[in-house]
Structure formats: structure tokens, C-alpha cells
């Protein structure tokens, strides 16, 4: 398993930006992928973002595709999730995720490998 930090979270107003920093213990490998879920309150954890280690490639969740950019440094071991224009239904704990086989997905979820602790979200109205 993967050691996972996040860092990022805080308190923003409604239309304000964050980002979300999560470093991994060692560097990925091959077609190793990381992501980020949240959780509301009284909510079911959902899929928010993901990219492939290897080849970069992204997939995002439809409520925040054209607000969210996930990103990566390979130097630094760490991922990264710029959240732009936010909305109060934004407001969650978010886990960063990784996994040697999976792309962090809805479906994978349950069977990811690595989570993080989790940082804190809260968008104000």
C-alpha cells in the first residue's frame, strides 16, 4: 500500500477557487492511478476525478468536469485537484485514492487500494 497525504482544504466562498494537494509515500509505477472522492454530509462518497500515472489521462465526474482539473508531479510523488468556481453543493470531506491496477472510478471504488485521511471542503453560500 501507498501512504497518502492530503492538504488544500479549507473554507471558501460560493465562486472561489482551492486546491487540493495529495502526496504519495513512493513513487507510482506503471499504470498506476490516483483520483479523488468526497463525501457531503448524510451523503454517499462519490468519484470526483482521476488520472492515470503513466499516460496522464483524466476522467471526471459530470458535476464537475468543466470546473475541476486533476493534475500531476511526478518529481514531487503528488497529485493535485484545482477546484474552480465552487458551489456550497461542493462542500465534503475529500479522500485522495490510489491504486496499482484500477482507475478510481464510482464502480473501482470499493476496491481501491490506498486512502488518504481526507481534507475538509466547505464552499459558503
Known amino acids: 500500500q501507498v501512504q497518502l497525504v492530503e492538504s ?3 473554507l ?4 472561489g477557487s482551492l486546491r487540493l494537494s495529495c502526496t504519495a509515500s513512493r513513487r507510482a509505477l506503471g499504470n498506476y492511478a490516483m483520483g479523488w472522492f468526497r463525501q457531503a454530509p448524510g451523503k454517499e462518497r462519490e468519484f470526483v476525478a ?7 489521462g483524466t476522467h471526471y465526474a459530470d458535476s464537475v468536469k468543466d470546473r475541476c482539473t486533476i493534475s500531476r508531479d511526478g518529481a514531487k510523488n503528488t497529485v493535485y485537484l484545482q477546484m474552480n468556481s465552487l458551489k456550497p453543493e461542493d462542500t465534503g470531506v475529500y479522500y485522495c485514492v490510489a491504486d496499482g491496477l484500477k482507475i478510481p472510478s464510482q464502480e473501482t471504488m470499493s476496491t481501491l ?11 459558503s453560500s
Open 12 to 15: 471558501v466562498q460560493a465562486g
Open 50 to 56: 482521476a488520472i492515470s500515472w503513466a499516460g496522464g
Open 8 to 10: 488544500g482544504g479549507g
Open 113 to 123: 487500494a490506498s486512502w488518504g485521511q481526507g481534507t475538509q471542503v466547505t464552499v
